[in-house]
C-alpha cells in the first residue's frame, strides 16, 4: 500500500451535529489524535466559550479560532471538530491543505437545539429567546457554506457510532480508490 492519502478528517456542521462525539470515536478507531477547536481556544483564554464571547466579543474569539485553524490544519493524523461557525465563511472549504477530508455532519435546526439544551449554557449563539426561529435562520445561511465539503453524513437519526462509522467507510473508501489508480 501507498502512503496514506488521508492526513487528516476535518469534521464541519451546525452546532449539535456531533463533530466532538463523532470525532472522538473516528481519532479512536483510526489510532490517531483529535483535537477541538473550541478546547483549543478556551485552552488558550483560560474560560469556556460562552465566556470568551461574552467577555471579549465574537470578533475576538473568531481569529482566535482562525489562528487555531490553519495550525491544526497543518498536522498529520489527526481528526479535528471545527466550530460551528469556522466552516461557515468564504472559501475555508475551498483552499484547505493537501489529504485532508472534510466532512459535514448534517442536522436539522430542530434537531440541533435538542441535543445542545442537553448542555445548557456552552452556546452564545443559541442562548437567545427565540431559539428555534435564530438556530433555523443561521443554519439556513450557513448550509451553503457547509455544503463545500467533499463528502457529508446525515446525522438526524443515527447514533454516534453509526455516524463514525460511516465516516470510517468514507475514509476507507478514499484509500481504496486511491490505491486502485
Ligand atoms: C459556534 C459553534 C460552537 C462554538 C461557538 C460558536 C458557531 O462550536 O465554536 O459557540 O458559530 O456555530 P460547536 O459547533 O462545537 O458547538
Known amino acids: 500500500m501507498t ?23 473516528v481519532a479512536e478507531a483510526l489510532g490517531w489524535r483529535f483535537v477541538d477547536f473550541d478546547d483549543v481556544i478556551e485552552a488558550r483564554f483560560e474560560m469556556p466559550v460562552a465566556e470568551i464571547f461574552a467577555t471579549h466579543g465574537e470578533r475576538l474569539f473568531r481569529e482566535a479560532e482562525t489562528e487555531v485553524a490553519v495550525r491544526l490544519l497543518a498536522e498529520h493524523r489527526v481528526v479535528l471538530a471545527s466550530g460551528g461557525g469556522w466552516a461557515a465563511q468564504p472559501g475555508r472549504l475551498d483552499s484547505l491543505p493537501p489529504g485532508t477530508v472534510a466532512i459535514w455532519l448534517q442536522v436539522g435546526a430542530d434537531e440541533a437545539l435538542r441535543r445542545a439544551s442537553a448542555e445548557r449554557g456552552t452556546r452564545p449563539l443559541l442562548a437567545g429567546v427565540n431559539r428555534l426561529d435564530d438556530a433555523r435562520k443561521l443554519l439556513a445561511d450557513r448550509v451553503r457554506f457547509y455544503s463545500s465539503a467533499g463528502w457529508s453524513v446525515d446525522t438526524e437519526r443515527s447514533s454516534v457510532e453509526d455516524v463514525a462509522a460511516r465516516v470510517l467507510r468514507i475514509l476507507a473508501e478514499i484509500e481504496t480508490e486511491t490505491d486502485a489508480e
Open 3 to 25: 502512503d496514506p492519502t488521508v492526513a487528516r478528517v476535518l469534521l464541519v456542521g451546525f452546532m449539535g451535529s456531533g463533530k466532538s462525539s463523532v470525532g472522538r470515536r
